[in-house]
């Protein structure tokens, strides 16, 4: 666990090395307009994908006004809490390299989990959906050749599972995206690396390939490793506390997690009419009598069922279900979702994203997750 000074203080700017930059230089300058470049960063745990995809969105900004964030890490997402898949779309350089930071999704669909080996269909039908979703809105023109709408580039950010089905699920992913640019980040332990070349084709295929290979950055500006091993449940536990820390108004005092948890025990939750709320259940199954008992004081996405597809209903968050009431047919939420999109709401998703541990027995300190980017 990180010591509390060391949540306080923002880490230090990571130093680019040239190898680095001239990759992003090349993906954002040396790409045509139209159609924008599309840019698929993978490699093993620890290697520095979701930095380079930060720095990547930075220097793509210096020539477009948008750029379309596919994040398909639902350990570490980058713009989320944990368990989304989502598309972003980022109109603002990241000041920290270091620091992720909330934003509101374009689209995002609700995993439940922090691997995809939970059940990797399912996730690669949510990253399918998403991608097709983008080339629907951000891509593609019309036939006629008139651009109605406006043509983005997107960085795909991807998790460090690259062995055994997590390797199938990247050539999975690779062959339904077809990037044109694959960034593959290689760390000095040779073993757990991406196969050399275009790992993703087939031998005899003969398609052309834009595939840059880099090393992994090992020094930040201080000349420390970048690339000692994290907490991964602690920087979840973060990104869940500076999402809720949102409904708690910002001249509330809650530098601490014990400040924090008081605010949202004080803070009014939402009535909801248990009528009008379905409750899925995504990896057990549940008796229809326990069925809103077993959802009290869990985290739930919050979701609208779509007609098109019952199987892929998109998310507008997380909600912290802090009471039933059946004799009152209320369930009361706690969530930053405002009320016109919760208005929406009509189905609560329950995975396996718990309220962190420290904010039930606050025992930690603060957040270090942007939520003002």
Known sequence: MASSSELENPSPMIV??????????????DSVTSPPPVAFVCGAKNCGKTTFSRYLLNILLQRYKKVAYLD?????????????????????PTPDLAIPC??????????????????PTAYLT???????????????????????????????????????????ILVNMLNHIAPTHVVKINISAGSKNLP?????????????????EINSARQDSFNRSVLNQKDARLLRDQRIIAYFR????????????????????????????????????LYCQVPSTEIFYS??????????????????????????????????????????????TLEKVDLFLQGFIEIPTCLLQNGCEHSGVRTDC
């Open 246 to 281: 949102q409904c708690i108004p910002s001249n509330t005092k809650t530098t601490t997690i014990k400040e924090l948890a008081h605010a949202l025990a004080s803070h009014p939750p939402y009535e909801v009419p248990i009528s009008s709320i379905k409750i899925r259940h």
């Open 72 to 92: 398909t890490d639902v350990g570490q997402p980058e713009f989320t809490p944990p368990g989304f898949l989502s598309l972003t779309l980022v109109d603002k």
């Open 295 to 340: 959802v009290n004081a869990t985290i739930v996405g919050l979701a609208i069922s779509s007609k098109e597809s019952k199987n892929l209903p998109p998310c507008v968050g997380l909600g912290i279900v802090r009471g039933i009431d059946t004799f009152k047919d209320l369930i009361y939420v706690i969530t930053p979702v405002p009320p016109s």
């Open 126 to 168: 949510y990253i399918s959906d998403l991608y097709d979703y983008y080339r629907r809105e951000y891509y593609m023109s019309n036939q006629s050749g008139n651009r109605t709408k406006t043509e983005l580039p997107l960085v795909i950010n991807t998790p460090g599972w690259v062995k055994g089905v997590g390797y199938d």
């Open 102 to 119: 909330l934003k509101t999704p374009d689209r995002c669909f609700f995993f439940g989990d922090v691997s995809s080996k939970r059940d």
């Open 196 to 212: 050399d070349g275009p790992f993703w084709l087939d031998e005899d295929c003969k398609e052309t390939v834009n595939l840059i």
């Open 16 to 29: 680019i090395p040239q190898q680095w930059s001239e990759a992003a230089e090349s993906i954002a300058y």
